[in-house]
T-cell receptor
């Protein structure tokens, strides 16, 4: 059981380039999330999808777009990367009531 | 809006010593509370969660946490720390449908001296 799988694990971009981070879960969870992790700030929610077909902004959505492709997959797109988006990005999924969020291993993204 | 504060950015303890990591939250309703651990280069692993009921919650790897509503706290404890416990620990509060939306604290990095 793979859980939450993120690709790629590492990526270096130049300012202005575009990039899509992929996330897939095999736990049949309804809800999926994208976070960014920066030193000293914990994880901050970028976007989430409470169920297939819906997406909503989180705390720090500017500069990002998302697509809930189907129940399994939730992608995060940077249309024009900026150095401030250098971070570690985590995808998570959650099932029904009283279940916690499950996290992938992260994508380490550097923007030069 | 909810918030979480972890007052200690770094903590160093000796192997075998007891551990307490502090977490204070702000949330207007009954909170759903979580502790996650992150080893270097890894994702977050759930240690324990509080949804309701007994305020003393047992988790994996010998950890426990106590929910104290009067103090808005959810401190993590372990009686005897092992070198493998060195990691970063995150407290989170969940809002919405059964904690659907998480707000994380800034994390506490634990170092263990031999």
């Amino acid at each position: 059981n793979a859980g939450v799988t993120q690709t790629p694990k590492f990526q270096v971009l130049k300012t202005g380039q575009s990039m899509t981070l992929q996330c897939a879960q095999d736990m049949n969870h309804n809800s999926m999330y994208w976070y960014r992790q920066d030193p000293g700030m914990g994880l901050r929610l970028i976007y989430y999808s409470a169920s297939e077909g819906t997406t909503d902004k989180g705390e720090v959505p500017n500069g990002y777009n998302v697509s809930r492709l189907n129940k399994r997959e939730f992608s995060l797109r940077l249309e024009s990367a900026a150095p401030s988006q250098t971070s570690v990005y985590f995808c998570a999924s959650k099932g029904a009531y009283n279940q916690p969020q499950h996290f992938g291993d992260g994508t380490r993204l550097s923007i030069l | 809006a909810q918030s979480v504060t972890q007052p200690d950015i770094h903590i160093t303890v000796s192997e075998g010593a007891s551990l307490e990591l502090r977490c204070n939250y702000s949330y207007g309703a009954t909170p759903y509370l979580f502790w996650y651990v992150q080893s270097p280069g890894q994702g977050l692993q759930l240690l324990l969660k509080y949804f309701s009921g007994d305020t003393l919650v047992q988790g994996i790897k010998g950890f426990e946490a106590e929910f104290k509503r009067s103090q808005s706290s959810f401190n993590l404890r372990k009686p005897s720390v092992h070198w493998s416990d060195a990691a970063e620990y995150f407290c989170a509060v969940g809002a919405g449908n059964a904690g659907n939306m998480l707000t994380f604290g800034g994390g506490t990095r634990l170092m263990v001296k031999p």
